[in-house]
Structure formats: structure tokens, C-alpha cells
């Protein structure tokens, strides 16, 4: 999980994941976005990472994936992505 701050990228968390399918979310509590993440099978999410939201504007999202050896081009696919806001 990452996020860009004056046109800078931060690192917040670097997970290694063997599984090809996963499925991420991002949720907003207490003034903080956490990147949440599970596997097939699981019910319960996994802490990615967290962060503040941003002082100035609105928060924007991004969905970027790096993984595969160095030799090779990198893809990756989103299936049913949504963005849903609860208030």
C-alpha cells in the first residue's frame, strides 16, 4: 500500500502475495484510509496499511500491481470493481 503526497510516492507496506486472486478494499474510519486485503476462502480482512486522508481536497484512488519476475511483462486484472460511498 502506497500513497503520493506533493507529487512524492511513500511507501506504507510491501506484502509479498503468492496467491494469483485476492481481493483489496478501502475504507475510511476515525480520519485514517485503511488498504485492507483476503484471500479466497478467508472471511476475515487483513491490515495492508493505513494512512491520513489528505488535509488539502479530496482523496483519489489507484490501483497499480507489481509482481513477476524481472524477465517478464507485468498485468494484472481487476474483476468487479466498484467504488461504493457509506456514510
Known amino acids: 500500500m502506497g500513497r503520493e503526497e506533493d507529487d512524492s510516492a ?3 507496506s510491501i ?3 503468492e496467491s494469483t486472486t485476492a481481493e483489496f478494499r478501502l ?3 476515525d480520519g485514517r484510509i485503511h488498504g485492507q486485503y483476503r484471500f479466497p476462502g478467508e472471511d476475515e480482512w487483513r491490515e495492508g496499511g493505513k494512512c491520513d486522508l489528505p488535509v488539502n ?3 483519489n484512488i489507484s490501483l497499480q500491481a507489481y509482481q ?3 524477465d517478464a ?3 494484472a486484472r481487476f ?3 466498484r467504488v461504493e460511498i457509506v456514510e
Open 10 to 12: 511513500i511507501t506504507l
Open 15 to 17: 506484502i509479498p502475495i
Open 27 to 29: 475504507t475510511v474510519r
Open 57 to 59: 481536497g479530496s482523496p
Open 68 to 70: 513477476g519476475p524481472a
Open 73 to 75: 511483462e507485468h498485468w
Open 79 to 81: 474483476d468487479d470493481l
